[in-house]
């Protein structure tokens, strides 16, 4: 286990009533509610596939988790190396800290920085994290070069690189650090079958560290070989 994760009791995540909807300012102010009572808890080591049809809400779930969304109902409680925080209420600088210390975040496409290179993209955790820029950099290329991508593309801005290409950048700043939360929202869903296979190892081996890890996973193959439980994301009829 890696020394920066520590299995945790009570769970990494415990998710109790969680509820959003959006608001639709140019209709009106129209109201959508996507999550209605959501509840879940995730053990260090574990892996959950948000599962559900397109437009069900599982991408919003995640963006709730990471903080990205601001849930407007229920909390979000995640074991942090500074104690229990509720993402769903906390305080902005709280909620800064608990996400870069305690989340790696996998969004479903990358935004990448106009003019900031790969190996910039990806060294940024562990910069973050007080790593010296020569040990990140090596970190950062052996990644790299897990995923697949080739040298020729580390001291290039994403922005051109192809989709497949762009996802593997992703992937490579989200699981750069060991964290006791890992969030992927269809981590594979450009990627042919040889990557595929390298995203599954490496999220075999983020299990095997300590982390709990909540995915969304279009592919069966890649949910069947990681995920340990199901929660289905419903469509709510309004
Ligand atoms: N920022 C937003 N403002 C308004 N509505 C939104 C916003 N983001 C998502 N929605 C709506 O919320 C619903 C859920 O979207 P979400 O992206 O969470 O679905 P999903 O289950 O991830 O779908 P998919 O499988 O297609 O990725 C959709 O009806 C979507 O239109
Ligand atoms: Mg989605």
């Not at 559900?52 to 909390?75: F, Q």
């Not at 700043?173 to 990557?195: K, M, V, W, Y």
């Amino acid at each position: 286990m890696s020394a920066a994760i520590k299995h945790a009791d009570p769970p990494v995540l415990e998710v109790n009533g969680l509820g959003k909807s959006y608001q639709l300012h140019l209709q009106d102010g129209l109201v959508i509610e996507v999550l209605r009572d959501i509840s879940l808890r995730l053990n260090a080591g574990q892996c959950m596939a948000i599962t559900g049809p397109s437009g069900a809400g599982k991408s919003t779930l995640l963006r709730c988790l990471v903080g990205n969304a601001r849930a407007d109902s229920g909390h979000i409680w995640l074991s942090t190396p500074k104690g229990r925080v509720d993402i769903a209420n906390a305080t902005e600088r709280t909620l800064l800290r608990a996400r870069r210390e305690a989340i790696g975040w996998v969004s479903q496409f990358l935004r990448a920085i106009p003019r900031v290179s790969t190996i910039d993209i990806v060294t940024d955790p562990l910069l973050a994290d007080g790593i010296q820029p020569e040990e990140a950099r090596h970190r950062a290329e052996v990644l790299l070069t897990r995923l697949n991508l080739p040298a020729r593309l580390w001291n290039l801005p994403p922005a051109t690189f192809s989709g497949g290409e762009q996802q593997r950048v992703n992937l490579a700043r989200g699981l750069i650090c060991p964290r006791p939360l890992l969030l992927l929202d269809e981590p594979t869903a450009s990627l042919d079958f040889e990557n595929r296979d390298r995203v599954i190892e490496l999220i075999h081996a983020a299990k095997s560290a300590g982390s709990a890890v909540i995915g969304i996973f279009h592919d069966p193959i890649v949910r069947d070989a990681v995920a340990d439980h199901c929660l289905e994301v419903k469509p709510l009829v309004c």
